[in-house]
């Protein structure tokens, strides 16, 4: 094959970013093989291999789409487009005020795109209204290490140290499926018995510890700060905290031993189901693996089980705890960490995209942040909005009174992923105009007014920071069709149109620059990187093919850049005001839906392997959709047999919001008193039309994993296209 041309680059989805090479044949088909790195070790899952097909779905969007007077969405020019949409927006904001314009962003856009979509909303639409749909995803595990640690970096150590642990407590995780090629790193801790999963279901994960390899913990959903709890109680009351580590690296040891003396094991298993004598086996475990005992070292890991809670928050920070009493975080060959999600889930959340902040991690109330900020922008910092409101709450204020009556999309599908998504149809309806960026017609691209076609993946230049802070080029390894943009270069048209002051390029490497001037001085510090300088770490072939280049990587004072980066944080001291972690005392509440006569089971929710999210990408891959096409049900045979239901039986799940419909899976893994959807699917079967809105009061992070239904047969069986919901 004279004729191939390989690229490097990174898988599109997840936070992993497996390292791809994608060899482009002389007939322009894609390739894509692994390539050496040191999370994937050269591996990647099926969404990695398949993930050329996405470059050649049937439906891809390839020219911009406006709708007409009939309500039919019909292709127009680019310049006309931007011309309608800058016109609108322009004649929104005389009228009702720059807030009357909301901006929507994703995890999934390169740190370059999250960037100059925060400078957009604060710079050229001056609105306060942005926010993003990381807020479902990482908003209660970085709360919580904000709150307990000072900073929030998913893993605050390289995955790969996970290979010398003695144990590893895996919360809410279900890694086998949701990042395959990281089980690799978990084979010493299984070898060594130490690994233990928390997942009320008998996932792919908490099979990892089977036969021997360590402990599945089966908690009734929703009770996980009691395990966590009573873990600490066990610590504490049995004498195997790390004191001298306590005393001298943490605060707050006394409010929490009051927080944990009244959850003695045996007063825990009431609440969580997990038998005491399990708890205090599994809080000894830890602490055999513990540093300070002589251990290997030991990690406590969540996962969004744990997180997207209305306790989400108080559960990361019990953890947290948890891994402090133990002397874990910032020792080299142990620690606590959550592992983000989405391809640049952490990258996606340092850039100003939220709507509490500007780029670098910096807080927008802050008056120092602003006026450094501002000057990179070259504005008055009195012109930058302050705070708005987060996703739960910006997306339900959209077309009411005073609220936004405009909203732009960018790499997200609300319509499906969002806890009561008929609502959120709803009032995505009920706005002026709604414009989305995507790259296929997504479920809330087909209710749009304006439809932007724009790049993806192997077609554009970028960067990613990964789930432990790496900071990864994405390049471009072919043309995009001829329709199709570069989100960078439709911002810079439409700042042009709005007239907004200040340079808007759209240069990926040009945007990276300015990025690292925003960001230099700030928590998230990439004023030493640029895309040369991550090329050049790449090519020089350190690290297993990999840059090991991790943020905070600052310029030196002299301007050479030669930060070697920051792989391993909190090694000397926490970035607190005391250099002190705090120990949080926390109190369990429980899930917001009670079960009850009319909802007596508990439904939780999460993903498969095959697809990704709400599945607007992954609905598109053939050899996916044939891995797992329908939504389903996974049913305990006891409760199976309750509601009279059979394996592949259709049965509706009635909850206190609405009705779903899914095709029963009987799996004796999951508690007979919970069943499980995964969300990947639109329509009937789209499980976030019964999941609940309550939010996380620190994070409002919505209780998106726990919900309460009752199951019936389904006798009105819809045929499989329509439950999964028909994608065109
Ligand atoms: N295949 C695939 N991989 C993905 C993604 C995808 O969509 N598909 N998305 C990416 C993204 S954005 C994210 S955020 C990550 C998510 O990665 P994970 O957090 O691993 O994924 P989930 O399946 O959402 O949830 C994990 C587990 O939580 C369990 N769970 C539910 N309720 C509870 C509870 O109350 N307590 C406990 N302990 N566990 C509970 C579920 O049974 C599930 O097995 O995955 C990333 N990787
Ligand atoms: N019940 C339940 N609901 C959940 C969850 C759960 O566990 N349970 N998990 C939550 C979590 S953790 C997350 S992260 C969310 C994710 O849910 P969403 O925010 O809906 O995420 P995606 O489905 O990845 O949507 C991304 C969209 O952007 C498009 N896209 C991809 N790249 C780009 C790009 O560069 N630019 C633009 N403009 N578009 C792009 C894709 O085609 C797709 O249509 O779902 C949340 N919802
Ligand atoms: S694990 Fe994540 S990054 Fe790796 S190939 Fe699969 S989806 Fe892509
Ligand atoms: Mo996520």
Redesign the pocket.
């Known amino acids: 094959m004279t004729d191939a041309r390989a690229t490097d680059t990174h898988c ?1 989805y997840c936070a992993l970013q497996c390292a791809q090479r994608l060899t482009v044949g002389a007939d322009g088909a894609v390739e894509p093989a692994g390539r050496a790195f040191p999370t994937s070790k050269g591996g990647m899952c099926q969404k990695g291999w398949t993930s050329p097909a996405l470059l050649r779905a049937p439906d891809r969007l390839v020219e911009p789409l406006v709708r007409g007077a009939d309500g039919v969405l019909a292709p127009a020019s680019w310049d006309d487009v931007l011309d309608l949409v800058a016109d609108r927006l322009s004649g929104l904001r005389r009228e009702h005020g720059a807030d009357s314009v909301a901006v929507f962003g ?5 740190n370059e ?1 999250a960037y100059v979509l925060g400078k957009l909303a604060r710079v050229a639409l001056g609105t306060a209204m942005v926010d993003y ?2 807020r ?2 990482m908003s209660s595990a970085a709360a919580a290490t904000n709150r307990s640690l000072g900073l929030d970096r998913g893993l605050p150590f390289p995955l790969a140290d996970l290979a010398g642990a003695d144990a590893v407590l895996l919360l809410g995780s279900n890694l086998a499926e949701t990042s395959p090629p990281a089980v690799a790193h978990l084979t010493g801790v299984r070898r060594r018995g130490g690994l233990v999963v928390a997942d009320p279901r008998h996932s792919a994960t908490a099979a990892l510890a089977d036969d021997g390899a360590g402990i599945h913990l089966q908690p009734l959903p929703g009770t996980d700060l009691v395990v966590l709890l009573a873990l600490a109680h066990v610590v504490l009351a049995d004498r195997l905290l790390d004191e001298r580590y306590v005393t001298e690296r943490t605060s707050g040891l006394d409010a929490l031993r009051s927080a944990v003396a009244p959850w003695w094991p045996e007063r825990a298993e009431q609440v969580c189901g997990v038998p005491a004598r399990t708890l205090r086996r599994c809080a000894h475990l830890l602490a055999a693996a513990a540093p300070h005992r002589g251990g290997a070292g030991a990690y406590v890991l969540t996962g ?1 089980g744990v997180e ?1 809670s209305r306790q989400g928050t108080d559960t990361v920070s019990a953890a947290i705890a948890l891994s402090l009493l133990l002397g874990l975080v910032g020792r080299v060959g142990s620690g606590y960490g959550a592992i983000t ?2 391809g640049n ?1 952490q990258g996606g959340r340092e850039h100003g995209q939220k709507c509490d902040q500007l780029p670098g991690y910096r807080s927008i109330t802050d008056p120092a942040a602003r006026a450094h900020v501002a000057q990179v922008w070259g504005v008055d910092p009195d012109e930058l909005p302050g705070p708005g409101i987060p996703a739960v709450a910006l997306l339900d204020a959209l077309g009411r009174p005073g609220g936004p009556r405009a909203l732009l999309v ?5 319509a ?4 009561g998504s008929s609502g959120v149809r709803e009032r995505l309806a009920a706005l002026d105009l709604l414009v989305v ?4 017609p ?1 479920e ?2 087909l209710l749009a007014d304006v439809v932007l076609p ?4 192997a077609e554009e230049e970028g960067t990613m920071t990964s789930l432990e802070g790496r900071v990864l080029r994405r390049r471009a390894a072919i043309a995009p069709p001829p329709g199709v943009r570069s ?1 960078l270069w439709v911002w810079a048209e439409l700042a042009r149109r709005l007239g907004a002051p200040g340079t808007w390029s759209s240069d990926p490497a040009e945007v990276f620059d300015e990025l690292a001037r925003a960001s230099a001085g700030g928590v998230a510090d990439y004023s030493g990187l640029s895309h040369a300088r991550l090329d050049a770490a790449e090519a020089s072939g350190a690290d297993d093919g990999g840059t090991a280049l991790h943020w905070p990587c600052p310029a030196t004072p002299d301007g050479t850049p030669d930060h070697p980066g920051t792989p391993r944080l909190f090694l000397d001291r926490f970035p607190t005001p005391d250099g002190r972690a705090r120990l949080v005392p926390v109190r369990h509440r429980g899930p917001s839906d009670d079960l009850g006569p009319t909802t007596p089971v508990y439904l939780v ?3 498969v392997l095959a697809h ?6 992954t609905r598109r891959v053939p050899e996916l959709v044939e891995a797992a096409g329908d939504p389903f049900v996974e049913v305990h045979p006891l409760l199976a047999e309750r509601t009279g239901v059979a394996d592949g039986d259709l049965v509706h799940l009635d909850g206190l919001r609405g009705r779903v419909t899914a095709r029963v899976r009987v799996d004796a893994g999951t508690r007979p008193d919970t069943v499980f959807m995964a ?1 990947h699917w639109a329509g009937p079967g789209g ?2 039309e019964i ?1 609940s809105p309550v939010v996380d009061p620190v994070s409002s992070m919505p209780e ?2 726990v919900c309460t239904v009752s199951l019936t047969p389904a006798a009105d069986a819809p045929v499989s296209a329509d439950l999964a919901g028909a994608v065109r």
């Open positions: 599109p994703g995890g999934g856009l390169t795109k749909n990381g479902f995803c969004r997207q999600g989405q889930g960018h790499g997200s599908n609300p499906v992923s969002v806890p960026c995507d790259l296929v997504s809330t691209a724009v790049t993806q993946w989100e929710t999460g993903r990704y999210q709400s599945g607007a990408q969300f499980v976030n999941t998106l994993k």
